[in-house]
């Protein structure tokens, strides 16, 4: 006969549930995680991901990067995973950033934490979940961040007769200003080959209010989002456990919004080669939820341009990218004036990237 043990419960962590959370409570997460080469072949086999910078070191030492960064959406998962435990664990769904501004850039052998700070709570109407807000900062082994941002999730209640504290919904700032972009030290653009980058098209060659479709689709496999969700320490319930995902809302396992995010840009590739780094994410919704056996499909709206006083040789494009679930772009599917989604979007982003003017680049 098998007795339970009492006390397992005192040496385990069930996750904070959301009368767990107070305004101003400041969590610092486990686990410091070392970023190493193999995680970047495995983010691009999981992804494919083929941007020049992160993918050479021929290439990124010819920016004048000692060697080349690690993806910049890899670095937001690592940071984001070590956030899940302590806020999301018990997560029905996660509902958006804002204020989202990359750092300095990472590299192999960097080793990364986060710490969060709760901004924001409100109970919902069913009382039986509720939205809490946080602001997430990720720092390198030196103390420089990385990653700053913002996010908000919808977390369940241990127990629906708790009391609810005070409604506190935070204003969240509807950009990042390009004053606050970080421009990597020491980057050099004289030498940047369009050629090695994959398209001959920068800055200057981009219209606001032009609409690429990245014409190219990615299958959602099971095992890749879950190896994914792995390699990000990402342990939210909803991902991996399909004996309690059979009893939920869905009947299955939800596709990690932030691989929907990775797989966006990985495809924006096409049409937007020489985009190599993200300065920020002003703003993003994941629509509905993906799912194994879903194509993914984007495409993106150049909604802004700006210099950057920083780097005269950089401009920054704010792109709108919409990914889609087993529909193909070629007529950018997008909200309707009412703003209600077609269910065939499942994101939709709003970020800055970087990329070359033609004049910094030395002509032959």
Known sequence: MCYPNRGARLKTNPGNFFEDFRLGQVIRHAVPR???AGDVALYIGLTGARFALPSSETFA???GFAHAPVDDMLVFHIVFGRTVADVSLNAVANLGYADCR????VFPGDTLSARSTVIG???NSNRETGVVYVRSTGENQRGETVLDFIRWVMVRKRDKSAPAPEPKVPELPAEVAASNF?????LDLACYDTALAGSAHLFEDYVVGERIDHV???TLEESDHMTATRLYQNNARVHFNQHAEAKGRFGRRLIYGGHIISLARALSCNGLANAFRIAAIHGGRHVS???AGDTIYAWSEVIGKASLDAHPGLGALRLRTIATKDQPCTDFPAAAPDGKYPDSIVLDLDYSVLMPKRAAIAQD
């Open 289 to 291: 939820p993906s799912f």
């Open 102 to 105: 990359f750092g300095v850039p």
């Open 216 to 218: 190219d689709g990615m």
């Open 61 to 63: 030492r010819g920016l």
């Open 182 to 186: 970080t421009i990597p030290a020491g």
């Open 121 to 123: 709570l409100k109970e």
């Open 34 to 36: 070392t970023a190493t």
